[in-house]
């Protein structure tokens, strides 16, 4: 077997490690499994790591779970959290075990015939019909409250302000770590990772494995990588608006490659790593490069693009690149009329806009009126004349002059006009 813990090392993606995990690694294909929980019906790009774990084992021979946690999600994981969570109601979990599925099947194919295919399962199927009593002896009995106690999760919870913890909440470790025993028993998984957070859940779960087994089958393995975070400290994975999501119908894709190619300089040279997969070689080749002419953005460019082509399609980057140069570069009325709602809304997300009523535009509209009276773009009649004689006055990106007549054939997706002046001043015009 290749090293895959030398090659997730060398990308800053190891944190902690159990000791025999890389040697176990290095002996065999190893059934390795990730949970994901089902807060919501997508996963965002915080979600971005521990599915690109999934898919460098898979690459390295060994055999990926991706776990939805359909029963956990049930609870809530108190780990990294200073309240407790608002429990979700058995419709809206299943709903979201279903949409992150959805994410899931589009890195990983779960319907290979290979003999390290990845597989999804959700611990909902086996903790069903787990009864309280069978719980409290058979996992319960194995792990003392001291241990319990002793993590970060639950000691962070105890000494912090607030109401202190559930026992709902106390007992995700052991149910956590009951998942890694089932894996281990019906999968013969070895290993669990996650994110640096998780190590406490994560050494429960082996622990339990080895209290419950005896010998050759009690072994279980534990690794977590860093928690992504950016250079100046602020929460890696937020845009201005929010979450940056894995599913185009809460993030566009325009939005999406923007967030990447906005990245700064000092973390696009550790997530070109990270979130790549990309060599060595041509890793640091792009590194010397951006160093040589930091202002062509290459690392941020080579960023975008690679991302964008695995969490969408290179289709979706190709029409990206496009809205981007709509702002930045010399694109056309042609260019302009391809994009979507969405993507044109985004493109010019916080432009001025006026409304004008569509039988106003169906009967034609002079220009000079459109820049002033309907929209107020122009102070006055006389400055937008002065500015068509001047020819800085673009309609969908195309130059025009005093006599031109504002009709629906210029209507983008038959309810916008762009009107722009100079090189860097638009405006939408919404016909409604």
């Known amino acids: 077997m290749k090293n895959i813990i030398s090659e997730l090392q060398w990308r800053g993606l190891v944190h902690d490690i159990m000791p025999g995990t890389e040697e176990q690694l290095l002996k065999e294909m190893t059934t390795t499994y990730i949970g994901f929980d089902p807060t919501s019906d997508s996963l965002h790009i915080g979600s971005l790591v521990p599915i690109i774990l999934l898919v460098h084992l898979k690459n390295f021979g060994h055999k990926p ?44 194919d779960f319907n290979s015939n ?26 319960g009995k194995r792990i003392t409250v001291n241990y319990m106690m002793a993590k970060d999760s639950v000691k ?29 028993k019906e999968y013969n998984c070895l290993l669990q990772m996650g994110g640096s957070d998780q190590w406490g859940n994560i050494t429960t779960g082996t622990e339990l494995v080895r209290r419950m087994n005896v010998g050759e089958d009690a072994k279980a393995y534990a690794m977590t990588c860093p928690l992504i975070t950016k250079a100046d400290g ?24 923007q967030f990447w ?33 930091p202002h062509l953005r290459a ?34 009325s042609d260019d302009l009329k391809q994009l979507d709602e969405t993507t044109f809304l985004d493109v010019f997300d916080g432009v001025p806009q006026a409304e004008i009523s569509r039988t106003e535009i169906e009967a034609g509209i002079d220009i000079v009126t459109v820049l002033n009276e309907k929209t107020g773009f122009m102070k006055s009649n006389g400055e937008a ?8 006055i673009s309609v969908n990106k195309e130059k025009v002059a005093e006599d031109f007549v504002l009709s629906t054939k210029d209507l983008i997706n038959n309810q916008f006009v762009l009107l722009q002046s100079g090189k860097k001043n638009y405006f939408v015009v919404r016909v409604v």
């Open 385 to 392: 004349r002065r500015a068509l004689t001047a020819n800085s």
């Open 299 to 332: 690392l941020q460019r080579k960023l975008a693009e690679e991302l964008t082509v695995f969490v969408h399609s290179k289709e979706d980057l190709e029409n990206a690149i496009k809205a981007s140069n709509i702002l930045f570069g010399n694109s056309t």
């Open 65 to 108: 779970i991706a776990l939805v946690g359909g029963a956990t999600g049930m609870i809530g994981d108190p780990s990294g959290k200073s309240d407790e969570r608002n429990l979700l109601d058995e419709a809206t979990l299943n709903h979201n075990v279903e949409g992150i599925k959805s994410v899931l099947s589009r890195f990983l």
């Open 234 to 257: 602020s929460k890696f994975g937020k845009s201005e608006g929010g979450n940056v999501w894995l599913t185009a119908d809460k993030t566009s894709v325009y939005k999406f490659y």
């Open 261 to 293: 190619l906005n990245t700064t300089d000092v973390d696009a040279e550790k997530y070109i790593k990270i979130f790549t997969f990309l060599d060595a070689a041509t890793i640091d080749a792009l590194i010397e490069e951006h160093k040589t002419a």
């Open 114 to 139: 290979e003999i390290n295919a990845p597989v999804l399962v959700n611990n909902y199927d086996w903790m069903k019909n787990l009864s309280f009593i069978n719980f409290a002896r058979d996992v």
């Open 156 to 184: 962070k919870r105890l000494s912090g302000e607030g109401e202190g913890m559930s026992f709902t909440e106390f007992t995700y470790q052991l149910i956590q770590g009951y998942d890694f025993y089932h894996l281990h």
